[in-house]
């Protein structure tokens, strides 16, 4: 992953990582009030020996008290000193306790010890400090003496008594705040990066190029306004998606050339990726440059072409096929477009068997011969087997993915079966691209090449009904 991926996770997985970031904050905001407060108290040592006549013996002097103030500092919190710190303060502890509460160290070439004392209470904290400092120097001055007549050449004097502390050394708000604002964003963002490797769901064109090599010849911008207007190249021709519709019935002229394919069957994977809008509406396209068109409603399971384009049929595809009626009697012209569309007529218990038989091909045999472009409208690949049976008859397929409805393996899935029966893949249209966030697509248009999105169309669209109206 390079930046552009790493911010692409961020801009789509913001509200994720702020709800991870704030839920550690929280926690660590409780682990703080929750936390008992620690205070800590200090007394500073300092040990000297016995002053020598000359400078050679206070250099001597000297070397011996920093080479003895190494280990003074781990007896601080041996029993010998605070047996007696435990006697005189009363405390019900072990040694070993009360050695857990108290911190010895000397500062670098010096002889000093720095005593510290944590304890819940600050009194007791400054009394054991104050305690363990008064015994530590009586203690040296058992320890370091020879004899019974000869004085200790060591002396450990307290310099800095200590006092009782005023504030808590824990928790500190700050600290663990701050640390569980780091933690935060980074189990969020560890978060998010796991999330979008296991998010398999097709939400840009990115994502389908990521899937599958073959190529995508459209993207059309996702409209909530869609279903209201699905037929987006007559209700508002100057729109970003009716350009998107135009842009892709222009990159179908260029694809598979050669054999320049006459009927074309549209399919998605699963329901609800907008196979039948991107359909009627490519259509119209295509009628609008000049082009003979017939839509075919080849969805004999839910056909809502018709419904869609505002027309009726209780006659159409299925009584052509079973030889109830012939072709040219259930063609239905489409307003003044040059469209002519073929409902799907009845529901049939078999639509498989009769999309697959002789007389279909033999049909759209025909329909080849009277116009440029036969668009098939057809069920979804996965719930059903109808799509891949008419790629085996027809000239070509377009999959249509829509974004947020398909994930990468059912495409896969789709792609394989229309592959397994020699299907001729014509591309993939990628449709309900977003129009905000990481995924969304950029288009431009018009004669200042000015970004158009959704939601200017629709604005657009209520001028012109309102311009209309007046």
Same mark, same amino acid.
Do not use: W
């Given at each position: 992953m390079d930046l552009r991926d790493y911010y692409r996770v961020v801009s789509k997985r913001w509200r994720l990582i702020t709800a991870v970031t704030l839920l550690v904050v929280a926690?660590?905001?409780?682990?703080?009030?929750?936390?008992?407060?620690?205070?800590?108290?200090?007394?500073?040592?300092? *040990?000297?020996?016995?002053?020598? +006549?000359?400078?050679?013996?206070?250099?001597?002097?000297?070397?011996? %008290?920093?080479?003895? #103030? =190494?280990?003074?500092?781990?007896?601080?919190t041996t029993p010998a000193v605070l047996d007696p710190v435990i006697k005189e303060l009363g405390l019900d502890m072990s040694a070993d306790s009360l050695g857990q509460k108290i911190t010895a160290t000397v500062p670098i070439e010096t002889v000093l010890i720095d005593v510290l004392v944590t304890d819940r209470n600050p009194q007791s904290a400054a009394n054991i400090a104050d305690a363990v400092g008064k015994q530590f120097s009586a203690s040296i001055l058992d320890l370091e003496r020879v004899s019974d007549t000869s004085p200790s050449p060591v002396k450990v004097s307290v310099v800095r008594p200590p006092s009782v502390p005023t504030a808590p050394i824990s928790p500190n708000p700050v600290r663990?705040?701050?640390?569980?604002?780091?933690?935060?964003? *980074?189990?969020?963002?560890?978060? +998010?990066?796991?999330?979008?490797?296991?998010?398999?769901?097709?939400? %840009?064109?990115?994502? #389908? =190029?990521?899937?599958?090599?073959?190529?995508?010849?459209?993207?059309?911008?996702?409209?909530?306004?869609?279903?209201?207007?699905?037929?987006?190249?007559?209700?508002?021709?100057?729109?970003?998606?009716?350009?998107?519709?135009?842009?892709?019935?222009?990159?179908?002229?260029?694809?598979?050339?050669?054999?320049?394919?006459?009927s074309i069957v549209f399919t998605s994977s699963l329901p609800g990726e907008g196979k039948t809008?991107?359909?009627?509406?490519?259509?119209?396209?295509?009628?609008?440059?000049?082009?003979?068109?017939?839509?075919?409603?080849?969805?004999?399971?839910?056909?809502?072409?018709?419904?869609?384009?505002?027309?009726?049929g209780a006659v159409g595809l299925t009584n052509v096929l079973i030889g109830q009626a012939d072709l040219a009697d259930v063609l239905q012209p489409y307003g003044d477009t040059g469209i002519q569309v073929l409902g799907a007529g009845q529901i049939p218990p078999n639509p498989s068997e009769l999309l697959g038989s002789d007389t279909m091909s033999r049909t759209i045999r025909q329909l080849e011969q009277m116009f440029d472009y036969v668009i098939i409208d057809a069920p979804p690949v996965l719930p059903a087997t109808d799509s891949t049976v008419l790629s085996t008859i027809t000239g070509g397929v377009v999959m249509v993915a829509g974004c947020g409805v398909v994930k990468k393996e059912q495409l896969n899935r789709a792609l394989e079966s229309l592959e397994t029966v020699g299907g001729n893949l014509l591309g993939i249209v990628v449709n309900r691209i977003p129009t905000r966030g990481a995924d969304a697509g950029t288009y431009y248009y018009g004669n200042g090449y000015a970004p158009l999105t959704a939601d200017r169309s629709r604005k657009q669209r209520a001028k012109d009904r309102q311009s209309a109206s007046v």
């Open positions: 926690l660590a905001a409780l682990f703080t009030l929750t936390s008992p407060k620690v205070y800590q108290a200090r007394t500073q040592l300092f *040990v000297s020996t016995s002053a020598g +006549a000359d400078s050679t013996q206070l250099l001597q002097g000297n070397t011996f %008290s920093q080479q003895r #103030v =190494k280990s003074y500092a781990d007896l601080i663990n705040i701050g640390l569980g604002v780091v933690l935060g964003i *980074v189990l969020g963002l560890g978060t +998010a990066l796991l999330r979008d490797t296991f998010d398999t769901s097709v939400r %840009s064109e990115r994502d #389908v =190029k990521d899937a599958t090599d073959e190529t995508v010849i459209g993207g059309i911008l996702f409209d909530p306004d869609a279903p209201k207007h699905p037929l987006i190249v007559q209700s508002d021709p100057h729109s970003t998606r009716a350009e998107a519709f135009r842009a892709l019935r222009t990159n179908l002229q260029f694809v598979d050339a050669a054999k320049h394919p006459r809008t991107t359909t009627a509406n490519l259509a119209i396209s295509m009628a609008a440059a000049g082009a003979r068109v017939c839509v075919i409603e080849g969805d004999l399971r839910r056909p809502r072409l018709l419904r869609y384009m505002g027309m009726e």
